[in-house]
T-cell receptor
């Protein structure tokens, strides 16, 4: 069964500092990988996704993520965070074999931005 | 661009009552997914439909059922509601059941008293 681990429950970063959120996955083949962001009481917004090809993917709001097969990781990065980036971030893995399979989410990382 | 529409956005029910949540996918999307997110939890996959047929099943309680209609909208029916059913229920959609990007709606917040 596939699984996702986000080791950091909370991360506090100063505004303007760089950010890295960790995500490790367990999946038998090359997975589909996603990062979603959720503001309090809101829906899930897709930041970026990896299906195949270039292992460094660019997303919205200045975010990027790198797929590392050898480490089973898909860490999210941003060079300079803004106060509006404070939110809950979820890493998710999807089934790459086709079909309408549900995503498996990590427990999420709560990002706090210090002024 | 059109997004996934969910109704109602908020719902308050008593224990043992029933509830019906509706999801209208993005136009031309034929695949719908339902997720449940408890307070402070990650979203848990419940069930999905592709071309009006159930495609994948997750941790959906037997008290819940769902279906997809000819216009591709979907309804999640919840009976004998329990306090633990209080959660945010998300619907997501995509095209072709290919397991690619799922686009999420704003969610329905259900409170069971």
């Amino acid at each position: 069964a596939q699984s996702v681990t986000q080791p950091d429950i909370h991360i506090t970063v100063s505004e303007g500092a760089s950010l890295e959120l960790r995500c490790n996955y367990s999946y038998g083949a090359t997975p589909y990988l996603f990062w979603y962001v959720q503001s309090p009481g809101q829906g899930l917004q897709l930041l970026l996704k990896y299906f195949s090809g270039d292992t460094l993917v660019q997303g919205i709001k200045g975010f990027e993520a790198e797929f590392k097969r050898s480490q089973s990781s898909f860490n999210l990065r941003k060079p300079s965070v803004h106060w509006s980036d404070a939110a809950e971030y979820f890493c998710a893995v999807g089934h790459s074999g086709g079909g309408a399979d549900g995503l498996t989410f990590g427990k999420g990382t709560h990002l706090i931005i210090q002024p | 661009a059109a997004g996934v529409i969910q109704s109602p956005r908020h719902l308050i029910k008593e224990k043992r009552e029933t509830a019906t949540l509706k999801c209208y996918p993005i136009p031309r999307h034929d695949t719908v997914y339902w997720y449940q997110q408890g307070p402070g939890q990650d979203p848990q996959f419940l069930i999905s439909f592709y071309e009006k047929m159930q495609s994948d099943k997750g941790s959906i309680p037997d008290r819940f059922s769902a279906q997809q209609f000819s216009d591709y909208h979907s309804e999640l029916n919840m009976s004998s509601l329990e306090l633990g059913d209080s959660a945010l229920y998300f619907c997501a959609s995509n095209e072709g059941g290919l397991g690619e990007t799922q686009y999420f709606g704003p969610g329905t917040r259900l409170l069971v008293l």
